[in-house]
Every structure is written in structure tokens, then in C-alpha cells.
Nanobody, 120 residues
Framework: QVQLVESGGGLVQAGGSLRLSCAAS????????MAWYRQNPGKERELVAGIWSGGSTHYEDSVKGRFTISRDNAKNTAYLQMSSLKPEDTNVYYC??????????????WGQGTQVTVSS
């Protein structure tokens, strides 16, 4: 069983920075994706940024150039460095670990979420 612990959320002024961390415990097979999502009321969770175990990354258009995702495979930890934050970035950010199994499909594990609030 994989468990995720997120940290790093908080209150910051517009233009400021925060770094989120997501530490995964348990057996994490490769290939896998570590990603950050956020969810607006009444809408599905949207991918903010993701990074594969091989290192390739993906970003949602509105965060390109402002957010950077990285990971430490030895620690099974993903980071989201958020800079030039805007009030519209305010949200609960959820960590996802997606483990790909060639025989069983994939397994998704979610963190509990961490609140990011950007004041104007």
C-alpha cells in the first residue's frame, strides 16, 4: 500500500513563492507518475504538473514558466516549486502517484490535499 504525505501549503501574497512536497511511502514500482492536481468547486480535478519516473514532465498551460515540478527518486518525493503566484492559483493541491503495471493496468494513490491561498 502506498501512502502520500503532502506539505508546504500556506498563505502567500501575489507574486510570492511556495514549495509543495509529496512524500510517498511503500513500494513504488516504475514506471510511475508523480503529479499535482487541483480542483475548483463543481469541477473535476485538473492536472497542474506531472513528472514521470524517467524524468519527463508536463505542465498545465496556465502554470508554464511559473511552476517547476521535480522529484527525488531515492526519497520517493515530488516537489512543486510555485513562483509568481496569482490569486487564481488559490486551491487545494492534491498529490497523485500513478503506478503503471504491464499486467494490471495502473494504480492511483492520492494525498489528502494541501491548501494554497494567494492573497491579492
Amino acid at each position: 500500500q502506498v501512502q502520500l504525505v503532502e506539505s508546504g501549503g500556506g498563505l502567500v501574497q501575489a507574486g510570492g513563492s511556495l514549495r509543495l512536497s509529496c512524500a510517498a511511502s511503500g513500494t513504488i514500482f516504475s514506471p510511475n507518475l508523480m503529479a499535482w492536481y487541483r480542483q475548483n468547486p463543481g469541477k473535476e480535478r485538473e492536472l497542474v504538473a506531472g513528472i514521470w519516473s524517467g524524468g519527463s514532465t508536463h505542465y498545465e498551460d496556465s502554470v508554464k514558466g511559473r511552476f517547476t515540478i521535480s522529484r527525488d527518486n531515492a526519497k520517493n518525493t515530488a516537489y512543486l516549486q510555485m513562483s509568481s503566484l496569482k490569486p487564481e492559483d488559490t486551491n487545494v493541491y492534491y498529490c497523485l502517484v500513478k503506478i503503471i503495471s504491464t499486467s494490471s493496468g495502473y494504480f492511483d494513490y492520492w494525498g489528502q490535499g494541501t491548501q494554497v491561498t494567494v492573497s491579492s
